[in-house]
């Protein structure tokens, strides 16, 4: 295996000087070196071909001795000194200091072509930011890590990518429900991949701290390397630097409103300096259309992150981002100015995007209006978010509506109480869609030309939790056959695929209101 090793992070910030792997707060450092933890007989669950190839594997590599070893923890790689990051964050509004990576270890950086990739392993083991924790993950929260990351890059989100699903062989003790009724599960560790891992929590630390030093060389060094076309150590540098970090951010969530994507856990700590979905905790994704919808447990009460807040979220994480890097400006106003677009720009690019999933034609105004309509008339009836804006793209521009609910024939499998569809329900309906047929009419689209264009923005298949569901309580008795056929079905999501028919449809009723599919908690 020839992994092409070219470490920066680890070389160019300053480290801790303590080495040994003790929990404890980490000063004057933005990491600390540490060791995975010997996996007693790891075995291979997944490899993702594709991140193979990113970072520079052959396919043989796969069932080589070396990658089972060095993406379980039990070997380093030659030339890498594997640490753990510092960083604090907002968990659910509260400041909550230092947190960093209690259970992620950092293998190191490849250069592959002209791209940087960092290799950091998750559940391998506790680090000097595990708390009171063991630094371990379950097979459970591995699989939806490992299949959503890649679920996710093939829908078009920007994401951190995954590169192989191991089990170590241990057992590890887990309250899934925080109930007081921990049961062991089998130990697993992820390999994730992604040009970086810095999160804006790893700047709050350091301003917290008032350690101005380490603040201007990390973000110098995220300038110098995934920014390279800013100026690194200037005012104007700065403040372009978050600009564009709150240009991706707002291009990463309008990506999670288009496919029904809820983070679950929105805290700083968990949002990438590139605008990369990362952390994939308790995730899930919109069945029927509610932007009250959470699939976080822990946040059942106060619903901080549900769908419709996600946006609003974003904005306010990276106004504590901004408070983060002010000093290094010496002034808030530009850093505010930024920020005081946030609004209107998302506004725009939603209103844009919603365009697309309706197949209409760019128009100022008129495109707002029809959307906030759909939105208004989507949670009046439990109507499934995917597969109604997927079939969407069957109606032509003659469609009309009638006396009866014939109109809604190629949506009508979306709705999960077509008894529901009478009165004013029906009425709210045929409102909407006389409208949106109406529309179409005015626009110069063929119908032909706006199936095929809603078909790339519309996916036909996403990973719903029940589906991570199945493949879960296979995997757990060693059959890894779903894992395999769910990585094929969600590498090309927007395919027809008709063989996978049975994976295009509304989430079946003993999935409503399980464990693990519509109830899940941090508890990974
Ligand atoms: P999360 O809510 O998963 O983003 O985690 C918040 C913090 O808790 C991060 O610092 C994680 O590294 C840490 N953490 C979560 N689970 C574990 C674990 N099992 N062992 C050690 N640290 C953990
Ligand atoms: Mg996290």
């Known amino acids: 295996m020839n992994l092409n090793i070219k470490d920066t992070f680890n070389k160019e910030l300053p480290h801790d000087l303590n080495r040994q792997n003790s929990r404890r707060q980490v000063l004057n450092a933005c990491f600390s070196y540490v060791i995975p933890r010997l996996p007693s007989s790891p075995t291979l669950v997944h490899a993702s071909d594709e991140v193979m190839k990113e970072i520079g594997l052959d396919e043989k590599d796969e069932n080589s001795e070396d990658f089972l070893s060095v993406f379980s923890g039990k070997k380093l790689l030659e030339g890498t000194?594997?640490?753990?990051?510092?960083?604090?964050?907002?968990?659910?509004?509260?400041?909550?200091?230092?947190?960093?990576?209690?259970?992620?270890?950092?293998?190191?950086?490849?250069?592959?072509?002209?791209?940087?990739?960092?290799?950091?392993?998750?559940?391998?083991?506790?680090?000097?930011?595990?708390?009171?924790?063991?630094?371990?993950?379950?097979?459970?929260?591995?699989?939806?890590?490992h299949l959503c990351s890649e679920a996710m890059?093939?829908?078009?989100?920007?994401?951190?990518?995954?590169?192989?699903?191991?089990l170590t062989g241990d057992k590890v003790l887990r309250d899934v429900l925080y109930d007081g009724n921990s049961a062991y599960?089998?130990?697993?560790?992820?390999?994730?991949?992604?040009?970086?891992?810095?999160?804006?929590?790893?700047?709050q630390i350091l301003a917290a701290r008032k350690d101005m030093a380490s603040l201007k060389k990390l973000a110098d060094h995220t300038i110098r390397h995934f920014f390279p076309h800013l100026k690194e150590g200037t005012k104007n540098g700065y403040v372009d630097f978050f600009r564009e970090v709150t240009n991706r951010s707002l291009d990463m969530v309008v990506h999670w409103q288009r496919v029904g994507f809820v983070h679950g856990v929105m805290n700083t700590d968990n949002m990438s300096i590139l605008g990369l979905t990362i952390d994939y905790g308790p995730y899930g994704w919109l069945e029927g259309y509610d932007a009250g919808w959470t699939p976080n447990t822990t946040d059942g009460q106060g619903k901080r992150y549900q769908f419709g807040n996600q946006p609003g979220v974003v904005m306010w994480n990276l106004a504590q981002l901004g408070s983060a890097i002010a000093p290094l400006i010496n002034e808030i106003e530009p850093l505010e100015a930024v920020l005081k677009d946030f609004k209107e720009k998302y506004v725009a690019a939603y209103t844009k995007m919603?365009?697309?999933?309706?197949?209409?034609?760019?128009?100022?105004?008129?495109?707002?209006?029809?959307?906030?309509?759909l939105e208004?008339?989507?949670?009046?009836?439990?109507?499934?978010?995917?597969?109604?804006?997927?079939?969407?793209?069957k109606f032509s521009k003659e469609g009309h509506t009638d006396d009866g609910t014939a109109f809604l024939s190629p949506i009508i499998d979306a709705f999960y109480q077509p008894e529901d569809l009478k009165g004013e329900v029906l009425e709210a309906w045929r409102e909407w869609f006389a409208k949106y047929f109406n529309r179409l009419n005015e626009d110069g689209i063929s119908d032909e030309e706006r199936r095929v264009a809603m078909d790339q923005v519309n996916p036909k298949y996403v990973f719903r939790n029940y589906m991570a569901q199945m493949a879960i309580e296979k995997a757990d008795n060693n059959d890894f056959s779903l894992v395999d056929e769910l990585y094929l079905l969600l590498k090309q999501p927007y395919g027809e695929q008709p063989d996978q028919q049975k994976w295009f449809a509304k989430r079946p009723e003993w999935a409503r209101?399980?464990?693990?599919?519509?109830?899940?908690?941090c508890s990974s």
């Open 81 to 145: 000194d594997p640490y753990a990051m510092c960083y604090g964050g907002h968990q659910f509004g509260n400041w909550a200091g230092q947190l960093g990576d209690g259970r992620a270890i950092n293998l190191g950086e490849v250069v592959n072509g002209a791209k940087r990739w960092a290799l950091q392993l998750k559940g391998a083991g506790a680090t000097p930011y595990s708390r009171s924790a063991d630094g371990l993950a379950v097979l459970r929260s591995s699989v939806r890590e």
């Open 153 to 166: 890059f093939h829908l078009g989100v920007p994401t951190t990518r995954s590169l192989s699903l191991m």
């Open 185 to 203: 599960e089998k130990g697993a560790v992820v390999c994730r991949v992604a040009p970086s891992f810095i999160r804006f929590g790893n700047f």
């Open 354 to 373: 919603m365009g697309q999933k309706l197949g209409l034609e760019v128009r100022s105004g008129s495109n707002a209006a029809l959307i906030q309509e």
């Open 376 to 393: 208004a008339v989507l949670p009046v009836t439990e109507v499934d978010m995917t597969i109604f804006f997927r079939n969407l793209a």
């Open 513 to 521: 209101h399980k464990v693990g599919c519509s109830m899940l908690s």
